[in-house]
């Protein structure tokens, strides 16, 4: 019998059980989104080869327990009719998460379903010296904790007023969390603070007549961990507008984090070790290209 190259299987995505030659399979998802012919395939796996169950991981995925070691390559035929595929461990970029974004939830602003699949295509599995993990929220609600992340994508609106439309009415005042807008009833005049505000676009979208807008973002955040360890990611550039922008300063991330990272150490402990002004100083550089 062949020796089982245990390190392989777990790259892609199949996780020894403390059953012996028995593996947890990791399935790829993206942003959480999963077709009804995916989820039928994955029931007839489960009820097949599996245990009748599957998990469902705390980063969106789909693990099927108990496939056999001498079913892997015919639980994986099966997945290919549908094009199911298996997802991925180890040292490397992982799952890429997402809320539903704007294309469903009253609260998005922006496509984070889209910028997932994009991220994904760039750079699903790329090998690096550790884990790396990405995860784009709408909005500040933040369902996806971006700063948790290795790299965190969150929406926002940068919001601007005009005065002809304005009634005055104080809502935007109202409903702003970080009390960055002022309304001045008695002189007619509307006072907005760009320092405390968080870009949460509330007061575009709470506004009755429509007298502020404003352009949707992307603030990022870098070195977020949330395990064995805990760290906050941080905010270190203004809002990037454009997603080719956004894409350079990924790009950038991942090259310094190939270049920098030694084996066993995340993004974040590797950010702190060479300097946060080093990769500070890379991101501008690359967005200046």
């Not at 299987?9 to 790829?28: E, P, V």
């Not at 699949?117 to 369902?143: I, M, P, Q």
């Not at 809002?239 to 066993?264: A, N, R």
């Amino acid at each position: 019998m062949s020796k089982v190259d245990y390190k392989a299987l777990k790259a892609g995505g199949l996780m020894r059980q403390i059953q012996k030659d028995h593996f947890s399979m990791r399935l790829k998802v993206v942003g959480g989104q999963v077709t009804a012919e995916h989820l039928k395939k994955v029931y007839e796996i489960a009820e097949k080869y599996g245990h009748g169950y599957v998990h469902l991981t705390s980063r969106q995925g789909i693990e099927i327990p108990f496939i056999k070691l001498e079913d892997i390559e015919k639980v994986k035929q099966e997945m290919a009719t549908v094009g199911l595929l298996t997802g991925v461990c180890g040292p490397r970029v992982r799952t890429i998460t997402a809320c539903q974004g704007s294309t469903v939830c009253p609260n998005g602003l922006i496509d984070t379903i889209q910028i997932a699949e994009k991220l994904d295509l760039r750079y699903a599995g790329r090998e690096l010296s550790h884990k790396f993990k990405f995860g784009v929220t709408g909005c500040n609600n933040n369902c996806l904790k971006a700063e948790e992340n290795d790299l965190g994508i969150k929406g926002g609106i940068q919001p601007k007023w005009e005065e002809a439309p304005c009634t005055f009415c104080g809502l935007c005042e109202a409903v702003c969390p970080k009390k960055a807008i002022q309304v001045k009833h008695e002189d007619k005049s509307v006072i907005l603070d760009l320092d405390p505000c968080n870009f949460c676009g509330k007061c575009v979208k709470s506004c009755p007549t429509k007298a502020w807008s404003g352009k949707n973002g992307y603030t990022l955040y870098f070195g977020g961990l949330f395990g064995n360890q805990i760290a906050t990611g941080k905010s270190i550039l203004p809002m990037i507008f454009e997603e080719d922008e956004l894409f350079k300063v990924t790009d950038q991330t991942l090259e310094f984090f190939k270049k920098h990272g030694k084996s066993g150490e995340r993004f974040g402990k590797t950010l702190n070790r060479v300097g946060w002004e080093e990769f500070e100083k890379e991101l501008k550089e690359a967005l200046k290209q």
